[in-house]
């Protein structure tokens, strides 16, 4: 058996394969427990330079995290996890490095230079992993600054790289990665999105688990609107994920809820005043598990809002460094479980 890991700034994904058929036996995730020493990768790098053992303390926390998520996999696949000898871990910069407990500091100056670009092979036993003490850890390599091995992976897996069409691939996450380009050349960016679109600094954002709200319609009724949303393990809401956000802002603009600028409009029953802010609920009290209106904030439409600046600069910055227009480009990949999830007309 084998094991494919991708350490994102907010989330870990683990698959683990049968390495004679290719196939994924059983699929993990959980949160990056490096949250709780900064949301971004810019302030993990800065605990790394400034804390004695703060490289050590967030190398042995992301260790512990995966071990977790083997232990798991290999219980619902009835794996005897010595039988794993083969192991592929990706991520961005920052993530990569404190992988491999090498120091970062670099990273976080100009020209932002990664410690080390080529692949690395590495044995399970010098890393701590709970495979077999001999399995081969492979790390593909960087790209250049914050473009990292996640990037590499997404470029293979999407075959942008053998392709003759145009492809923008956009890899979103707290750190989100931007590629464009095909066989003859392929240019990367990456922008600090920050994590909204994964529900944090949204007032009742929450991870995609059960309980989120995944999907929302709004119909615009003579006297007011009418809100249907799903929610993912068909139960009462208790938040909203990053997909739910996609649709929400689209429908905003498409019932004039919201301006072209984001503003929301105050002419509706839906409207609740708090404090300095104003909301649009989703879901009234009496329809949520926590006995609380689920709103919208005009706070949480700006950090969309700024989410969203930040990696539309990183596709225009890309597409002007290639000489093209936008109607050049004729694929358009989003990568990663919110990729998956989301209603691309609304996007």
């Known amino acids: 058996y084998g094991i494919a890991i991708d350490i994102g700034t907010s989330k870990i994904v683990c698959h683990l394969v049968d390495l004679h058929s290719g196939n994924s036996i059983a699929v993990g995730s959980l949160e990056n427990p490096q949250l709780a020493y900064g949301e971004d990768v810019i302030s993990r790098i800065k605990y790394c330079m400034t804390k004695r053992n703060g490289l050590e303390e967030l190398h042995d926390v992301v260790i512990d995290a995966i071990n977790f998520l083997i232990e798991e996999l290999c219980k619902k696949a009835k794996v005897d996890p010595n039988n794993i000898y083969e192991a ?9 490095h404190i992988f491999l407990k090498m120091h970062p500091d670099y990273l976080a100056l100009s020209p932002y230079v990664p410690g080390i670009r080529q692949s690395v092979n590495v044995k399970a036993r010098d890393l701590g992993l709970s495979i077999n003490k001999g399995a081969n850890v492979y790390i593909p ?3 250049a600054g914050f473009v990292g091995a996640d990037a590499v992976a997404d470029i ?10 145009l492809v923008l691939l956009i890899d979103i996450g707290t750190n989100t990665e931007v590629c464009l380009g095909n066989k003859d050349l392929i240019w990367a960016a990456s922008c600090a999105s920050g994590p909204a679109f994964e529900g944090a600094h949204i007032r009742f954002g929450m ?11 709004i119909i615009s009724r003579s006297d007011d609107y009418e809100v249907d949303y799903s929610v993912i393990g068909n139960v009462r809401p ?4 990053g997909s739910a956000m996609i649709d929400i802002i689209a429908e905003f603009l498409r019932n004039k809820i919201i301006d072209k600028s984001g503003r929301l409009r105050t002419d509706s029953n839906r409207i609740r005043r708090e404090q300095d802010d104003i909301g649009f609920i989703i879901a009234y009290s009496d329809e949520t598990e926590i ?29 002007k460094k290639a000489g093209i227009s936008e109607k050049d480009i004729d694929k358009v990949y989003i990568a990663g479980s919110f990729g998956r999830h989301i209603n691309v007309e609304n996007a």
Do not use: F, W, Y
Request: net charge positive; glycine share 8%.
């Open 238 to 241: 208790v938040g909203i994920c």
């Open 141 to 143: 390599p960087i790209i």
């Open 88 to 96: 592929v871990v990706v991520g961005n910069t920052a993530m990569h």
């Open 207 to 217: 991870k995609a688990i059960p309980g989120a709200i995944e999907h929302v319609k």
């Open 156 to 165: 293979i897996a999407t075959g942008m790289i053998e392709s003759n069409d």
């Open 291 to 319: 006995g609380r209106d689920i709103l919208i904030t005009q706070r949480d439409i700006r950090q969309i809002q700024l989410a969203k600046a930040a990696i539309s600069a990183a596709c225009k910055i890309l597409i």
